[in-house]
Structures are given as C-alpha cells and as structure tokens.
C-alpha cells in the first residue's frame, strides 16, 4: 500500500491559498497572536457595547408573516396582552374575595411596576342609566304607561285611591270590551284579578301587603341586568380566584430576571402572612417564560461547566498531555470572540434560539483544531520537523477541514432561507461561528504551536490513541464489518416507520405541547394544571378585532356556537344593545316624566265607607258578568273579599280599607321612585368602565376585542388544531396566542424542514468540488443553470407554481450527472462521504421509535446539527481514503481524531441531560444519539466499506507478499509513518 498525496489534487487553489497562509502564520508566529489577539479583543469590546438581547418568543417570528402581520396589529391597537396571573385557592369564597381585594390593591398601588390591574369588574355605577338596556318598544310601552299615570305623577295621589281604582278598571273594562279590543281587555281583567288577590291577601294578614301594580317596566325586560353587578374573576366553585396584571418593566437578558416578577413575588410573600387561609401563586406567560428562562440558564451554564471539563479531560486523555489540549481551548476562546464579534455586526442581538450557539462551538469548533493536533502529533513522533509537520498536515488535513468547515457552515446558512426568524438568525450565527473557529485553527493553532512547540523533542511528543485493535479487524474483515454494520442500521433504522392504511408513515411522532418542555415542578406549570381542572377552560385564547360594539356583539353569538369554544369574553357585552340614537329620546322622554315625582301627601284620602263599596260592588258586577275564566275567578275572589268584609264592624272596615290604601299608594309610589333612580338620559360609553377593563377589550381608535377562550386544553396538536380551525370559521383575521402557537409550530417545522434540503444541497455540492479539478468543477457548476433556466420558463409559461427546492434539486441533480461524466470517483466519494450523516439520522429515528422519544420544538434543531458532524467525520475519512494509493487502511490520526471530535461532542451535548428542563434534555438525548450514530458509522462502517472498495485499486505492481508484508507494518504502525521523513527532520 502506498500513502503518498495526489499531488494534483493537493496542489489546487485551496490547498495553495492555505499552505501560503500557513507558511505566513509559521514565518511571524508573534505577529499572528498579537494580530488574533488583538481582533478578539476589539470583538469583545464591541460585543459589550453594541450587542442586545431579545427575549420575547415573538422575536423568532419573520414580522412580514402574515398570521404574524395580524399579531402585531393586535398588539399595536390594544398593547401587550402577557399578564401575569395572580391565583388564589382557598376553601371559602369569602376568603378568596378578601384576599383578592388586597393583593389586587396592592398591585395598584405599584404602578412603575404592574398596569391594568383586574379582579373585579364592577359596573354598578351603571345602575342609574339602567332604561337604557331596554328594546325601543319597551321603552315606548313604558312611556306608554306612565302617561296614563299622568295625572297621579302630577301629584293627584286621590286617583291613585282604592275606590278610585276599582272604578277605573270596571269601566276600562267595558270600554275595552266594547271596543273590541281584546289585549287590553285582557290587560285589564288582568289588573283586577292582581287587586282582588292582593286584597284578599290582605285581608288574611296585614302584614303581607303585596303590590297589585302593574309594573311600569317588566324585570324580564332587562336581559343584561346581571351584568351590572359586580362580579370577581372566580371559577364557578368560588374557590379558586385570580387577578390579573400587566408587568411593566420585562426581562432584560436570558436569566429570567424581571423587576417586576420580583416586586410580585415580594406581595405574595407578605399576602401568605396576612391570609394564611388561602394558597397564592402565580402563572400566565410571563412568569411561565421567566421560570423556564430562569431553569435554561441554571441548567445551560451547569451543562456549560461540565461539558468543557469534560471536553477538557477528554483530550488531555486523548493527546496524553496537558500541551495540546489547552493550546485547543486557547483557539477555541479566540474563535468564540471572533464570533460574537461577528453576532454584534451582522445580526445585533441573540434570542432565546440563537443564544445556543455556544454550545453548537463547543461541540464543533473545537473539532477542526482535534484534526489538526492529530495529524500533526502523529507526524512529529514520526521525527518530522516542527515546520515539516505542520505544512503536511495542513496539505493532508487541512483541505479535508476546510471542506467540512465549508459544508458544515453553509449547512446552518441555508437556514436564512427559512421563513421562520429564529431558525435564519441561528443558521448566520452558526455558520458565521464555524467558519471563524475553521479560520482560527488555521491561523491561531499553528502559531501557538510554533511559540510552544520550537524547543520540544520528537521523544518529548505524546503518544495519542490510534485504534490499533479497531484498524486491525476492518483490514483483516471489510466484508463482514460492512454486511454486519449495514444490517445493524438498518435493522434499527427500519424500526422508524410502518405500513399504515396503505401508506408508509413514521412511528416517531412530533409532540406540540409546549409544557412537556418544561422542567418538572414549576409552580407556573402545575398552577396551569390545576387551573384547568378547576375551571375547565384555559388562559389561553384567540382574539377577534370588531368596528363596532355591534359586530363585537355578532361575532360573540358565532364564536359560541362552536364546539370548542366554552366562554367569549367582550365589553360590548355590557354595553346597551341598542345606540342612544334609538333610545334616548325615549330615556329622556321617562325621565322627564319622573323628574317632577312629588311627594306622598301626609294625610291620604278619606275613605267614604258607602262609595268604596259602591267601587268594589261595580268591579265584582262588571267581572261577573264577563265569560273569561280569569273574570270568573276574580269575581268570586272578590265575591268572597266582600262576604268577609260584610262580617267586620265599621270601625275594623275602615282600618282594613286605610291599612290596604296606604300600601297601595306607596307600593306605586316606590315603582316610581325606582324608576326614576335608573332613568338617567346619560349615554353609556367604553369610558365609564375602569382602565383596566376599558383598555383590554377597546382600542384608542374605536376597535372592539372579542376574547375567546377554549373548551379543552389546547397545548396538543389536535385540539389545537381544531380551535384554531373552528375559530377561523367564524373570523379568518383572527390572532391571539394559540393562533400564534399553532402557526409558529408549523413555520418552524416546515424551516428545519427546508432548510435540511438547503443543507443537503449546500454540503453536496461542497463535497462535489472537492473531488473535482478545476475545469470540470466549472462545467459541473455552470451547465445545470441551463437545464433549470428551462425549466423555469416552461412552468412559468404553464402557470405551475415553482418551488425554490426543486429547482436546487434539479441543480444538484445536473450537476452530479454532469460531474458523473468527467469523473465518477468524485460523485461515488461524495454520496460515500454523506453516509455518516444519513445512515446515522436514520439509526437516530430508529432508536428514538425503539424508546419512545418524540420530536418537539426543543430536538427539532437536531437534523442540520447531525448533518454538520456527519459530514465533517465523513469528509475526514474520504480524505484519508483519497491520500492513500492501493489498499485502503483507516489512519491512526484519522481515528485519534474522529473519536475526539465524536466524543467531545458527546460530552458537550451530553451534559445538557442532567439540566431540569424537558427540552434541553431531548435536545441533549437526540443529539447524544446523533453523535454516537455518526461515530458508529464514521469509524465501523465506512472505513470497512472503503477498505472494502479500494481491494479493486492495488497496485498492479504490487505482489502478493508485498502486499502483506505492508497490511501487517499498517496494523502496529501510524500510516504516515510510511511517508519519507523530511530532511528537515
């Protein structure tokens, strides 16, 4: 076997540019550090000044989405709606009021802290403008009858009398009778038999007066007169209670960390003391956002510590030194400042998504500077010089790590092709990161190497790990590894999917339920919880934007009769339904009337004992002769009321008959009094309603709010789902959180989605120019822009919408036909090349289907994460593959590294496991899995097969016992021990 580099393919424009670089880095060693330095100072320093920080969920959506377009309107007419909710549970519903009544006053009374603050709503003062809930037509009936009490409300208290009033009504009743006109008739047969059976009752106990008036205005017609009185924002038990409040002043940075959270948790504290009776906390999306911020930090800084130990312990066992690694580290920090410079200049802030970047560079980044160590300690023990053997590494591996680094980032760029705002931000800052951690292996490495290096001895250079008994088994059983890994993968792998009502489909579901990524025993979550079980509704809910308090009013009536909607929310709701302009002259027109109520008369009329019986006598004659059941009834009620009064003395009649008359006067007399203390012409409008209330639900420009709230928890896809689908039904414009949940749940999926295409297209094409020469990497890149032109043309002519992923497919796919042509090594290395990353997704689907681990919001990142290592390890592997002539055998250094790199990243994304929160532990599980898949694949799999394939390269010079006399050297020794050492040496 022969190791010696195509020179052709070493001697290209990259290897050129970065062997002229090195030999400059090597040449001013002092002028490299103090430059690097330098940068990495200035980028700190404008990190420090200029960088910010973006904590809202919000700001990982693209403002220029649509469904995020109506958010915004949203908030731009009513303002934020986060508010922090206040929960107080206790067994006695007068306990829970009091308790509210104080906590809520005390958020008042903190105004730099809290706004629109809300526990109760009381629009009792409302209660003297009551008239004008009323329908027109009641109001005109109301206006109606009052103006037959005209005489008695100008102060004429005698017509108001009992003799007075059984006169009247016999004779309405031959009237109406007379006339034809039966509601009337029925209306006053009606009266008679309300007087006869309150006189009656009278007369069985005086005490018992009840009014025989007709009600100026019925109780029935004052259908919103439960919405008047005050009511605390209580579960139908009374025993749960929340308030509800605005925090002012937000978290700054990711600590979670708010003024205002802590001013709450301060009230709380002194609110147990106070009411020990009753159980407080606090929940919504604020503190919900705070407490998981809160948890990331604690558990991203613990996972931080423990992974650069980790990393630290890994590659001081793997170099056998303590130089090396902490010339790694040293890079590392200079890559990582060099980075955050360019965060600060290119993008400006990090959100809660971007912020994880650093430990996408701790487990990356520091893999370029693992290639390089590898290979250039494997050289140096092999007696190579110290310039010697950094110019071969850069020649063997620095092209390799230049390609991956290449692919890799451009693998997170493509994500600035995603619509989904979070996802594009993170892929610049990845990509941008990586390829700066590649420039400071290249640059920083090699001239810490040359200060720290120049003096040491090749027997003072550490023996690093070189898989002897790994290499060993592949050379020896390429055949049986690669059937053995194969059936391996995908025997795990097919494990993924299943045979579903005719179609293929994935056992490995997508969970949409936010709360599963919180950590276990938040307060905020478990409140969440208990809300829920104890209301059956949700504090989520959509949002629908009305003109008018009418149409607030219409779109209340459609949203209820949905489904999955249990409550709808508005002001409108306590306003009139009809406008002033329809029933305010008619208020005015009662009030008017009532105003000049006068007064009882201190000395009520004389009763003449002969007419009042000659009254009651013409009432009874006039019923009795009347055919209507109820005239029937009256009459002998009042037959009876006679016979009883026939019984008594004078004297007992006239105090029977006074006692009767002054309740009759004053009963009338209140029912005027009353209405008169609701009759106020006032028109009602949004500002005599609280701020609090009045700003919720009515913009500063006249919109109305409709608040809709769920019937089932809608944190899972299905009932999410179907909410958002039914809520559309009514209003398409709709918005609100779960709207926003839902539309940013599905933006983000189908970003990751898109831009693992862009990623695979990106690392492909990267590989493919890799391989090529010059001339037919031209061709190879130029001729497919035809082929898609074409395509392009005919389908814009033929109105078929075009995706930008197919048309990058159809370029990916000319262009490996036409790079096939001129050399199919390359294309055959390329696909070769991507199956770490592909064969190990595939294992990771297949173990996660095994165990039962669901894909979320949190893991989802995973796919260009997996991609990126896989095809940094399988870059490095087809690279020693390509350096070598004959028979292929997977170098020491190659396996040094690959198993650093794999294993360091285990240990930085392994260590998010111990964190309490949910999301960063599937994150860290699945890319856990990744890595080892990716390693399995990189270190088992290809190097068996590409042991396997190069048996049909040997050299024809090359004779059987040559041959093995060189696989036997290559079990025990470094294969780049088979170089010629250099005469600098």
Request: glycine share 8%; charged share 15%.
């Amino acid at each position: 076997m022969d190791r010696t580099t195509d020179t052709a393919k070493d001697e290209g424009p990259l290897t050129g540019l970065i062997l002229w670089l090195t030999r400059a880095v090597i040449s001013r060693p002092g002028v490299t550090l103090t430059f690097s330095i330098a940068l990495a100072v200035i980028s700190l320093g404008i990190t420090v000044r200029f960088l910010t920080f973006k904590t809202d969920r919000s700001d990982l959506i693209d403002s220029n989405a649509e469904f995020h377009q109506r958010w915004l309107r949203f908030e731009e007419l009513f303002g934020d709606d986060s508010d922090v909710v206040v929960v107080v549970e206790g067994d006695a519903e007068a306990d829970v009021k009091q308790a509210m009544d104080r906590i809520g006053k005390r958020l008042e009374a903190e105004p730099d802290y809290f706004s629109r603050v809300l526990y109760k709503v009381d629009p009792s003062s409302l209660q003297t403008r009551a008239l004008q809930y009323l329908t027109p037509a009641d109001l005109e009936k109301a206006n109606a009858r009052l103006e037959m009490y005209g005489p008695i409300l100008a102060g004429h208290w005698s017509r108001a009398g009992l003799e007075s009033y059984c006169r009247r009504l016999a004779n309405y009743i031959k009237d109406t009778s007379d006339r034809g006109a039966g509601p009337e008739l029925a209306g006053a047969i009606s009266q008679s038999e309300a007087l006869i059976s309150s006189l009656a009752g009278f007369l069985q106990n005086p005490q018992n007066f009840t009014s025989p008036w007709p009600e100026v205005v019925s109780q029935s017609a004052f259908p919103q007169a439960g919405n008047l009185e005050p009511r605390y924002q209580l579960t139908p038990s009374g025993k749960m209670g929340f308030v509800l409040a605005l925090p002012r002043v937000g978290a700054d940075n990711f600590s979670g960390n708010s003024k205002s959270l802590k001013k709450l948790d301060q009230i709380l504290a002194e609110s147990r003391l106070e009411f020990p009776r009753v159980r407080l906390g606090a929940t919504g999306i604020p503190v919900l956002e705070a407490e998981e911020m809160a948890r990331s930090q604690y558990d991203m800084t613990a996972s931080s510590l423990i992974s650069t130990i980790g990393v630290a312990l890994i590659m001081l066992a793997g170099f056998r030194g303590f130089r090396h690694p902490i010339i790694s580290m040293l890079m590392l920090a200079v890559g990582f400042a060099w980075t955050m410079g360019f965060i600060t200049l290119s993008v400006g802030h990090l959100n809660i998504l971007s912020v994880s970047f650093a430990a996408i560079l701790i487990g990356l980044g520091v893999d370029y500077s693992i290639h390089y160590l590898t290979h250039y300690v494997e050289l140096r023990r092999a007696g190579h010089s110290l310039e010697d053997s950094l110019i071969t590494t850069v020649k063997e591996v620095g092209t390799g790590s230049v390609t991956a680094a290449i692919s890799t980032s451009l693998s997170f760029f493509s994500a600035t092709f995603t619509n989904f705002l979070g996802v594009s931000e993170l892929g610049i800052i990845a990509g941008g990161g990586i390829l700066l951690c590649a420039l400071a292996t290249l640059t920083v490495l090699p001239a810490m190497i040359v200060v720290s290096d120049k003096n040491l001895k090749t027997k003072q250079v550490p023996s690093p790990f070189e898989g002897v008994l790994l290499r060993k088994v592949i050379n020896r059983c390429p055949r049986l590894v690669t059937c053995l890994a194969l059936l391996l993968v995908f025997g795990v792998g097919l494990q993924a999917f299943e045979w579903k009502d005719g179609w293929i489909t994935s056992k490995v579901k997508y969970d949409y339920n936010l709360l599963n990524l919180q950590a276990q025993g938040l307060e905020a979550v478990d409140l969440q919880e208990r809300i829920f079980d104890e209301s059956n509704g949700s504090l989520l809910f959509a949002v629908s934007i009305a003109d008018s308090p009418e149409n607030a009013r219409l779109l209340k009536e459609k949203f209820l009769e949905l489904p999955t909607v249990s409550r709808v929310e508005d002001l409108a709701s306590y306003l009139p339904a009809y406008p002033a302009s329809e029933t305010g002259l008619l208020v005015q027109a009662i009030h008017a009337r009532l105003s000049g109520l006068s007064e009882l008369p201190r000395e009520y009329p004389q009763l003449n004992p002969l007419t009042l019986g000659q009254g009651l006598e013409s009432l009874y004659q006039t019923l009795k002769t009347r055919t209507e059941p109820a005239a029937q009834t009256a009459a002998a009620t009042l037959n009876s009321v006679l016979n009883m009064i026939e019984q008594l003395s004078l004297e007992q009649q006239m105090q029977v008959f006074g006692g009767y008359q002054q309740g009759l006067l004053m009963s009338l007399h209140r029912q005027f009094q009353m209405l008169a203390s609701i009759s106020d012409p006032r028109p009602i409008s949004p500002q005599d309603f609280p701020e609090a209330l009045r700003s919720r639900f009515v913009s500063r420009t006249g919109e109305w709010l409709v608040r809709v709230y769920p019937s089932s928890q809608i944190w899972d896809e299905v009932p999410l789902r179907n909410f958002v689908e039914d809520v559309r039904k009514v209003d398409p414009e709709a918005t609100g959180t779960p709207l926003q949940n839902f539309e940013a749940a599905g933006q983000m999926q189908e970003s990751y989605m898109v831009a693992s295409l862009y990623a695979l297209a990106a690392i492909l094409l990267v590989l493919l120019m890799d391989g090529l020469q010059l001339g037919p990497m031209l061709v190879s890149l130029i001729s497919p822009l035809i082929a898609v032109g074409l395509w392009f043309m005919l389908a814009r002519n033929s109105g078929v919408e075009l995706k930008p992923v197919w048309l990058l497919g159809l370029y990916v796919a000319v262009s490996f036909t036409v790079a096939g042509i001129f050399d199919l090594s390359s294309v055959r290395n390329t696909f070769v090349a991507m199956l770490p990353p592909a064969l190990g997704l595939l294992l990771v689907f297949g173990i996660m289907a095994i165990a039962g681990i669901e894909l979320n919001p949190a893991n989802l990142i995973v796919l260009p994460l997996i991609m990126g290592i896989g095809v940094d390890e399988g870059v490095l592997v087809i690279h020693d593959y390509r350096s070598q002539k004959g028979r292929y055998s997977v170098g020491a250094s190659t396996i040094n590294s690959v198993t650093l790199t794999s294993v360091t990243s285990i240990i930085g994304f392994g260590s998010m496991m111990i964190a309490s929160h949910r999301g960063l532990v599937s994150l860290s599980v699945v890319l856990t899995l990744g890595v080892v898949t990716c390693l399995f694949i990189s270190l088992v799999m290809l190097p068996a097969m590409l042991t396997w394939l190069s048996l049909s390269r040997r050299s024809k010079e090359e004779t059987p016992s040559d041959q093995q006399d060189q696989d036997e050297e290559a079990l025990v020794v470094p294969m780049i021990a088979t170089h010629p050492i250099s005469s600098a040496a």
